[in-house]
């Protein structure tokens, strides 16, 4: 029936365009900021698979960066949406068995907004859990001697857990606050290899 | 006394001063920048804070993270080490406006001092011999005038420069003119200063300094003087004393002059007075270092005194509680710096993972050093992984007790210069005390380096 028929017509659109707003970019950053080659999560009928190309993985090069894993949480210089690109792709079931688990890994690694100075942290009065947040969005402040610098979103997504008080000193690159998956995003499973999914940001 | 002291500084002066800390009973905390979170001063403190990135400009040489690390820990007072913001006058500056002690000559004292052309005048004026000079350079035009005057070979040198970075020695005016704006952008560039004075070039010198503490009392004393003469490039590798080419009436002659002279110019805590001593036996004053140096071990285990303690007392504001006789200096005691370089590849610093580290011992043997097995040498800041120091009753045990040290130090997986110190040892020229600081680059490293690897 046309009428069903555009409602499910719209429905799909406002599936495939929540994915590329809310999910995608989240599961790009992750994506970066893991040592996996390739990521796949799924809701309902829809299923995406990021895969970096191959010799993206900058980890190797980047081999002497940080010591702190804490820093790479956000999303590092270079490493942004642009690094990996999304396409789909059928996988073997041998395959995807054993990245389910690394994918099951990744997804439990939190996405943290580290303090960009030693100093005492307030966050923004209005910040809540649950609210909406872009990449760079300010959450809040650290105080370094009178001078606040911003605790920034390194991500979209949603404001989770808080990890510090409101008036506690902080060091540089310490996790602050969680971001989670948006909202949309949420009872997302990883992969499931009973099904091979077809399309991302396709027609299933 | 302090409660709490922020250690602002990475590496082995770090846990040295951790160490002090800990000997006095005064709580400690270790800032360290991102790449250096496994460092052994960082692992070993009761508390540590991450003050920013490896890039030193926004770590260890910001000093907004640095005072903000203190003020949030609750500490009382800096120490800020050797190098970094360690004589930086505005820095002691801002540290007491924000309640905090600075751990080294108050501010007044270091700007009095920050000018290497002032300080000699200064110095001059209270009875110490400079080697002849001029004052700050014009231009080129005044370079040349004053080149000619003093006479060739020159050193130009970088007023606010240190560690013998940014000099350049010129034997002819020709060699003046195209190396001048050289210099100027050098020393903009490295001390973001580029003010530039000239100094004779003395060819057969060594490298003497005398080591004196002032109390805000004017209590002084001097701990004797170190032989820095074995060098590379102008960068000090081994250090002794008491220096071999002293008398002892030449060397209380020296050291007496040095503190009286510093102590009448208002100096305050820690500080050396490097001297040029000629082939003669003539003693010129060339600079001041205000704060604790690299080669402070060997002063220590020849005089008992706990430097660092020191400093930290006089900071706190308490007298001296000794006179100079009780100031005995014992023995002999040299100290090597161990290097992260390959003598064997043009010195170039190396960085890497320590595979595997065994430090020395035995009688009056003393290791200073921040690195364990499976620690990542960090290639963003100075290449020196320790410093092993040696102590007997004479030179010649001294040398003895180094060379077997040396050949115990175990440093896997990492090219360092510790055959290079051997070869030292066993060249007669260093037997016989006879070094002068240009050794090492006038015969070239080359023949060290074949001995060593032997």
């Given amino acids: 029936m046309p009428q069903d028929r555009q409602a499910r017509t719209e ?91 690394q994918a099951r890994d990744l997804a439990d690694a939190p996405i943290v907004a580290t303090s960009p100075a030693v100093g ?34 390194p991500v979209d997504g949603v404001v989770g857990l808080s990890l510090t008080e409101a008036g506690e000193a902080v060091e540089y690159g310490q996790e602050l606050i969680r971001i989670e998956l948006p909202e949309n995003s949420r009872g997302l499973e990883v992969n499931g290899a009973d099904r091979e999914a077809a399309a991302v940001l396709g027609e299933a | 006394m302090f409660s709490k002291i922020l250690i602002a500084n990475r590496g082995e002066i770090a846990l040295r001063i951790l160490r002090a800390c800990r000997t006095m009973g005064v709580g400690a905390v270790v800032a360290y920048s991102e ?120 050193l130009i040198k970088p007023s606010a420069g240190g560690g013998g970075k940014g000099m350049r020695l010129v034997k002819t005016p020709q060699e003046l003119e195209s190396t001048f704006k050289i210099c100027r952008s050098e020393a903009k560039a490295g001390f973001g200063d580029d003010s530039l004075y000239m100094e004779k070039y003395l060819d057969e010198s060594r490298h003497l300094e005398v080591q004196v503490a002032v109390d805000r009392f004017g209590n002084a004393i001097h701990m004797g003087e170190r032989d820095c003469s074995v060098q590379r490039r102008h960068q000090k590798i081994i250090e002794e004393t008491p220096s071999p080419a002293l008398t002892e009436a030449a060397r ?111 009688p009056g043997v003393r290791m200073d050093t921040h690195i364990y097995p499976g620690y990542d040498v960090p290639s963003y800041y100075d290449s020196l992984l320790g410093k092993l120091s040696v102590w007997a009753p004479d030179r010649a045990t001294a040398i003895a007790r180094a060379d077997a040290a040396l050949r115990e130090l175990l440093v896997d997986g990492i090219t360092t210069n510790i055959d290079l110190h051997r070869a030292i040892l066993a060249n007669e020229v260093f037997i016989d005390g006879k070094v002068t600081t240009n050794l090492l680059d006038r015969v070239g490293s080359a023949p060290f380096v074949a001995a060593g690897n032997r």
Wanted: proline share 5%.
């Fill in chain 1, 11 to 101: 429905r799909d659109h406002k599936a495939i365009s929540d994915l590329a707003d809310d999910l995608l970019p989240a599961l790009i950053a992750r994506l970066a900021a893991s040592g996996l080659g390739e990521i796949e999560v799924r809701e309902g009928e829809w299923k995406a698979r990021l895969r970096k190309p191959a010799g993206a993985d900058d980890r190797k090069v980047a081999g002497r960066g940080p010591v702190d894993g804490r820093s790479a949480h956000g999303i590092p210089p270079g490493r942004g949406p642009a690094a990996g690109t999304a396409y789909v792709a059928v996988e073997d079931r041998e395959r995807l068995a054993r990245e389910q688990q």
């Fill in chain 1, 120 to 153: 005492v942290f307030a966050p923004r009065k209005d910040l809540a859990i649950g609210m909406r947040v872009r990449a760079g969005d300010r959450l809040g402040t650290v105080d370094v001697l009178g001078v606040r610098e911003d605790v920034v979103a």
């Fill in chain 2, 35 to 154: 790449a250096d979170r496994d460092s052994l001063a960082a692992q070993l403190a009761d508390e540590a804070i991450c003050i920013g990135p490896a890039d030193a400009r926004r770590s260890y040489l910001y000093a907004p993270a640095v005072i903000s690390a203190a003020v949030v820990t609750g500490c009382d007072a800096i120490h800020p080490g050797y190098g970094f913001l360690s004589e930086d006058a505005g820095f002691a500056d801002v540290v007491r406006a924000h309640g905090l002690a600075f751990i080294g000559p108050s501010a007044e004292v270091l700007e009095r001092f920050a000018s290497k052309e002032a300080t000699r005048r200064v110095l001059e004026a209270h009875g110490l011999r400079t080697i002849p000079g001029s004052g700050m350079l014009r231009d080129e035009a005044h370079a040349l005038e004053e080149a000619e005057r003093i006479g060739y070979p020159v």
């Fill in chain 2, 252 to 362: 209380q002659e020296l050291c007496s002059r040095a503190v009286r002279a510093i102590a009448d110019a208002g100096y305050e805590n820690l500080g050396t007075l490097e001297f040029l001593v000629d082939a003669k036996g003539d003693a010129y004053f060339i600079e001041i270092n205000c704060r604790i140096q690299v080669e402070h071990p060997i002063t220590e285990m020849c005089t008992g005194i706990d430097m660092v303690a020191l400093q930290i007392k006089i900071a706190a504001g308490e007298r001296l509680g000794m006179t100079q006789a009780d100031v005995v200096s014992r023995g002999h005691a040299i100290e090597f710096r161990i290097l992260a370089e390959d003598p064997g590849n043009d010195f170039r610093p190396q960085d890497g993972q320590i595979l595997g580290y065994l430090a020395p011992g035995g």
